[in-house]
């Protein structure tokens, strides 16, 4: 059972679907790049991006639940966004779409995006994952690295029960 996998592939899919990120912007899940059709295989990285990686599960007290914290980073080059509007505007459509992903879980209304990713970790995982609760994690600073990547993120953490645990 490969969660962490399941969790970027869901989260990337909820972006790409109700994140209104704009033309162009290619979002690579981690440890299943091809999900995205937007990813061109010759290519490392395309510009702008968004990049979803999860971190393998922790087990929290009780030793049946358990917390994946899911980075959400958005880039974009910083020679051609030199302003920052870009990288901005990406992160807002980015950030609007986890807020409501959030409020549907914290409201306890199933919306569009909460619906999703319940179903497709579900459909992925099988009966022995039980979907618990949603955390935003630390946040990830904005950053300009020394070869030129815009960088600003946001941290979702998935929590869940592992019924093969019980």
């Known amino acids: 059972m490969n969660i962490p996998r399941s969790i970027e592939v869901s989260v990337s899919a909820i972006l790409r679907e109700y994140a209104e990120l704009g033309p162009g912007v290619v979002i690579r899940a981690w440890q299943s790049i091809q999900a995205d059709g937007s990813v ?13 990686r999860c971190s393998p599960p922790s087990i929290m007290d ?11 980073l958005f880039a974009t080059k910083t020679d051609d ?12 459509a980015g950030q609007g779409c ?12 199933d919306g569009a995006e909460l619906s999703k990713l319940k179903s497709d970790l579900a459909a992925d995982l099988g009966a022995d994952f039980e979907f618990s609760a949603l955390l935003y994690g630390e946040p990830i600073a904005p950053s300009m690295s020394e070869t030129g990547i815009n960088t ?11 019924k093969d645990f019980i």
């Open 62 to 72: 009780g030793q049946c639940q358990c917390a994946a914290e899911c980075s959400v």
């Open 81 to 92: 966004d030199k302003n920052h509007e870009q990288i901005s505007a990406l992160y807002a």
């Open 40 to 52: 061109d295989e010759k290519k490392d990285r395309e510009f702008p991006m968004v990049d979803v």
């Open 152 to 162: 600003i993120g946001i941290r979702l953490r998935v929590v869940f029960i592992r």
């Open 98 to 109: 986890v807020d409501r992903l959030f409020s549907q879980f914290r409201k306890r209304t």
